[in-house]
């Protein structure tokens, strides 16, 4: 797959250099949409608009969709008034307002001069729902319905007006004050006799989403539903737009990646690795390492509040980062189980019990085969003594039982508190656990070695 | 939303209490089968059965098809031969197959005994396919068109076999040997005329996968392509099923699962958390803190091998948390980031010089920073002397360099061997940080400190 859009590539840009503009045009046509989008983000700048002009009318709308935003601003600055009003006439709503978002002033000054007065008036408004909300995803281009349409009815207003809806397999049916009264499928009309009325055919049961509900919420109902296209309401239950399944999708993935990257101590971003700078990448990492490096310095301290004991018994020095590291990994496998499990919605607060008793057992199962095979390693390999064995391997039992106990605890506790729960993975428990780690270790020294 | 579920929920229960089952199937009735299906994993397994056949026949089937498998074997269990012929009748192909391979041999056995022998042989065929493939993925329910059917031949098909395809919204169009020849959503149907043939308005150009395709790439292309469902092909081209964008939400899901599991050193499994035993959780986790812990042993060899110099200079022993940590949380990041990009398709391999440039120039800014602060700290809080301080700072700046430098070029290289690059995640970059950290403290340490 990878290997034949290469291919292609090469082959534009001979066809380029050969100014064989017609073969070219007849080639990309074939094309997908996404597949030429890809393609144009590789070739030289100066190139793009050159290129995009070949591309026919309807074409070139659905690759402009699909670029990023950077190759966005270049074409739309190279653009003459009549070609951006062509392109922003082939925009859905959403995608309108998916572009401006990413645009500098001056473009979005220029975007908005040159559409349509009642789509300005659409862009507008969706412009002004807060940014992770499904107001701001939502498109306004769907088909409507009234409850004493007849399925014919329905099936010409569809004919009339469907080619500009982003889905037309989902229509919804309204009262007189826009209020949702229930929705039809395109199936529904098909198996349905002309003659019907919506208001018999129409399942009043809707699943929906108000305009100030967060996008993640509205990703998971379609997990959740298996819905083609949801609609949004505002507070009066007016419907106001619909998001489709492929946004959703697309909010879906967004979600994921915000999330591993709170799991890693990152400040999620939305851009791509490659088009950050330097200085934006340090600023999403620094102030969580700074953190972190500031709350380990108090294990340090900790080790240095036992200096006479490590002076008495300068091996135990050596087991120190095993111990910290098993009782990070430990910490961290349970924080990134329970993280997701919450995310999924396979758990919730309610089951705090549960997994703590769950924990406690799987804990007590790793502890002790690891400690197992370390106190054999130590005997046989190291032959390092019964007594200070017997000090490491107790202590990675009993740190063990504390990572897992802290890894599971803290992301349902910070759910509960309203925060994040990503946020308390691996690099926090990490953390946290060293230092419990160490307090063990030393006590346990200290009974067993007398030190 | 919760709350509302948690409501009802115990409506349920008082009304099965109170034997009242006329009120309760008008409540369920009115309910969506995603909803009703959570209730049910609640409720007492031995009034699953009771409950269950309060609803009606239809509604029944969608919410069968919502449970776990674990109800789902105890309503087998329970179901007389007719009520199993009933719900299984009302099953698309796609969905049986996901309820056989959970379920024991012997319900199995009685499944495919209940199933009209023309389905069974489509189990059969799909059961066939390896686990993770774009043909265990798949339905045979599509609508199939021919080259010279009308857009009004078209619509009689969809009328006539519509209500039993999984979806009606893309049809395909084959020829007499089942060949994929192209695809016509009813969007064309409905806005072309009654007499148009189907060659003359279908996409030729039609993005499909094969049957032995891995799932994670299905998915993938639906994200890319914002396509409703993808025809599924053999090695001949020929038609043998398709998957819809629900299936393949759930695939994106599920990969996004595995791949976070696997970042975090635990083997993936698709057992939610709490359904899995304490012993099996043991098993996803044990191997990997195993193999972990014995790597770590050898960080513990070179403290031991300078042992002497932290002996002479014990201060040193409290540092080195903070800076294993530190190397850790900064290899952490990198290796997540570069994974889920490599993960998204934002870089491939040959990017490999843009990475490794770009993260020399993060780490530096970020080692210089920390170490600021870090030598500040040193001095005027931990009062250990300039040259101390100067040790672990650069100690610091080198450790981050080399920690983003690992943590960025092993995941491409494992992708690269190809190797899943979501096991070079924190846990086995710690490890390895961890032994390049304490290499170069010791001998920055034995450079300035002269020990």
Redesign the interface.
């Known amino acids: 797959?990878?290997e034949e859009i290469m291919l292609e590539e090469e082959q534009i840009t001979e066809l380029l250099d050969a100014k064989q503009y017609h073969k070219l045009k007849e080639i990309l046509s074939?094309?997908?949409e996404?597949d030429i989008a890809a393609i144009l983000a590789e070739i030289p700048e100066d190139k793009l608009p050159l290129v995009y002009r070949i591309l026919p009318k309807e074409l070139a709308a659905e690759v402009f969709v699909n670029m990023d935003s950077d190759a966005q601003e270049i074409l739309i600055r190279a653009f003459s008034d009549t070609e951006l009003r062509e392109v922003l006439d082939e925009l859905y709503v959403d995608d309108a307002v998916d572009v401006i978002e990413e645009m500098p002033a001056t473009v979005v000054k220029r975007i908005l001069m040159h559409t349509d007065p009642e789509v300005r008036k659409s862009i507008n408004e969706i412009l002004k729902y807060p940014e992770d909300s499904a107001g701001s995803l939502m498109t306004i281009e769907y088909v409507d319905l009234k409850k004493y349409m007849t399925v014919e009815d329905a099936?010409t207003r569809?004919?009339r007006t469907?080619?500009d809806k982003e889905t037309?397999?989902v229509c919804y049916v309204t009262d007189e004050n826009r209020k949702l009264l229930g929705l039809v499928t395109?199936?529904d009309l098909?198996?349905n006799e002309y003659s019907k009325k919506m208001f018999e055919i129409m399942e009043t049961?809707v699943?929906c989403v108000n305009t100030l509900d967060d996008k993640e919420?509205v990703a998971d109902k379609?997990?959740?539903?298996?819905m083609?296209a949801v609609p949004v309401v505002d507070q009066e239950h007016r419907l106001v737009g619909i998001i489709t399944?492929?946004d959703?999708?697309?909010v879906?993935?967004d979600e994921?990646?915000e999330?591993?990257?709170k799991?890693?101590?990152?400040t999620p971003t939305d851009k791509?690795?490659?088009k950050m700078s330097?200085?934006d990448?340090?600023k999403t990492?620094?102030p969580?390492?700074?953190l972190?490096?500031?709350s380990?310095?108090f294990?340090?301290?900790i080790?240095?509040s036992f200096?006479s004991a490590?002076?008495a018994q300068?091996?135990l020095?050596?087991?120190?980062?095993?111990l910290?590291?098993?009782g990070?990994?430990?910490g961290?496998?349970a924080?990134?189980?329970?993280i997701?499990?919450l995310s999924?919605g396979?758990?919730?607060y309610s089951?705090v019990f549960?997994?703590i008793w769950?924990e406690f057992?799987?804990a007590f199962?790793?502890g002790i085969?690891?400690a197992v095979?370390?106190f054999a390693?130590l005997m046989l390999f190291d032959k390092v003594g019964v007594m200070v064995s017997l000090t490491v391997c107790l202590t990675m039992i009993m740190t063990i039982i504390f990572a897992k106990f802290v890894g599971s605890t803290l992301p349902i506790l910070a759910k509960r508190l309203g925060f994040d729960p990503a946020v308390m993975?691996?690099?926090f428990i990490?953390?946290i656990v060293?230092a419990i780690s160490?307090i063990v270790y030393f006590n346990i020294a200290g009974l067993i070695l007398k030190i």
């Open positions: 797959m990878e074939e094309m997908n996404a099936f569809i004919r469907g080619v037309i397999y395109v199936k098909l198996l049961n699943i919420d379609f997990q959740k539903y298996d083609m399944f492929d959703a999708m697309d879906l993935q994921n990646t999330d591993i990257e799991m890693a101590a990152i791509p690795y490659l330097v200085i990448t340090w990492r620094f969580w390492l700074l972190l490096m500031v380990a310095a294990t340090g301290k080790i240095q200096e490590l002076q300068i091996v020095t050596s087991f120190i980062p095993m910290m590291d098993t990070g990994n430990c961290g496998q924080s990134v189980t329970i997701r499990s999924l396979d758990i919730e089951d549960k997994v769950k057992r799987v199962l790793c085969t690891l095979v370390n390693k993975a691996s690099p990490t953390t060293d160490l």
